[in-house]
């Protein structure tokens, strides 16, 4: 689950990690009393969506307007929230169709004497969480890594035990922290650690990591992801579900018990296993086809389910075929048979449709397929599956 982030703000603040004093607007009148409230004569309004890259980022209508500007009164306030909110803002993480800006961040200015970078993931290899630091803040890190990865710094760390305050240091020597800046350095990255290990997240990014003209530390922008698998324990993090950012198919496929993420292909994919959509996609991609979606019906799905998975891909306008790819182990070959013969009765079969079943009653499932009378394409094998829904696809 990704959050706002002012909502990450709010999280910093729980655990207290500097951040500027800051206040969301929704309307261009509220960003003007915000300014007005904070006190200063700089601030910056920052477009609220679920995107990376908003600095950088315009305006669909109005090339013009970035997705973050500094502002130096309440009228200038008031004017950046009208060209933003509403609009749809387009970043190296939307895509050209863009996201809508329905509410915006008015932040107190700061003095800014250096940017770093601070992220901390899950590292699969080493078994848990490594902070990462950078003194490239304010940039993208995927290009810090690829091109000047001697520049990022890690430090691996056990959940119970937390960052290790001589880690810290290191790490803080290693960014050329001195004096006060180093035990401001190490509180912080100690800080953050817990919250990223308390509340079970994906990811915590801080970028840019600000040093100020008075030595102090402070996340000057927070991006927050979390576990979903982990949120039944985490209801106040459940309470920042912004729904309305969120893919439609992706929250109608998540509802129904569904694995499904959009893709920009035109050949939807109905697998149960995620290494089998995994294979699947991959032979499609290699027989010249481009998967619309990484739709997993897992082992244990219903008629109900498996029916709700076809109107998702039926539904999408991109779609110009569809392949259903099941290997029968928990799974049984005539639930899929039967919920694509419920799937065509309900919603009706728009576009070719090859099916490939193996594994526990594959037989019974193929012969439901065919004495069905519906237009169906049979494929033997992985391979033969994928060209031929490529073909289909035109």
Not at 295 to 314: M, P, W
């Amino acid at each position: 689950m990704n959050i706002h982030e002012f909502q990450g703000k709010q999280l910093l603040e729980r655990y207290g990690i500097p951040k500027p004093d800051g206040i969301v607007a929704k309307t261009p009148q509220e960003a003007s009393a915000a300014f007005e409230k904070l006190g200063g004569s700089l601030a910056v309004v920052k477009a609220q969506i679920h995107a990376g890259g908003r600095g950088k980022g315009t305006i669909k209508s109005n090339p013009e307007q970035h997705g973050v500007e500094l502002v130096r009164s309440a009228a200038d306030a008031a004017r950046v929230a009208e060209a933003l909110i509403g609009n749809e803002l387009v970043t190296i993480q939307t895509g050209p169709e863009g996201q809508t800006v329905k509410q915006v961040l008015v932040e107190a200015g700061c003095d800014i004497a250096r940017e770093l970078y601070l992220g901390i993931v899950v590292d699969r290899g080493e078994k848990k969480p490594v902070l990462m630091v950078s003194t490239e803040g304010g940039m993208d890190i995927e290009k810090v890594a690829e091109e000047t990865p001697e520049k990022i710094y890690k430090q691996g760390f056990l959940p119970a035990d937390g960052l290790a305050a001589a880690d810290a240091k290191v790490l803080a020597g290693k960014l050329g922290l001195e004096g006060a800046s180093v035990d401001a350095a190490v509180t912080f990255m100690q800080s953050i650690c817990k919250l990223f290990v308390e509340l079970d997240c994906s990811l915590a990014e801080i970028n840019p990591l600000v040093v100020t003209g008075s030595g102090d530390i402070m996340a000057l922008d927070a991006k927050v992801n979390f576990d979903d698998n982990a949120l039944f324990r985490h209801k106040d993090v459940l309470e920042f579900r912004d729904t309305s950012e969120e893919n439609p198919n992706e929250l109608r496929a998540g509802e129904a018990g569904l694995s499904y993420v959009q893709l920009e292909g035109n050949i939807g994919c109905l697998v149960n296993g995620a290494g089998l959509a995994m294979s699947t996609m991959d032979l499609v991609n290699l027989h010249g086809g481009h998967p619309s979606n990484f739709l997993d019906v897992g082992g244990g799905a219903n008629k109900d389910q498996v029916t709700e998975a076809f109107r998702i891909l039926l539904g999408d306008k991109n779609v110009k075929a569809v392949l259903v790819n099941i290997f029968g182990g928990i799974m049984q070959c005539t639930t899929i048979a039967n919920a694509v013969l419920a799937a065509y009765k309900e919603v009706g079969f728009n576009v070719p449709l090859v099916v490939r079943l193996e594994g526990t009653e594959v037989e019974e499932g193929r012969k439901i397929l065919a004495e069905s009378g519906v237009d169906i394409i049979t494929a033997e094998g992985l391979t033969d599956a994928a060209k031929k829904v490529v073909a289909a696809a035109g």
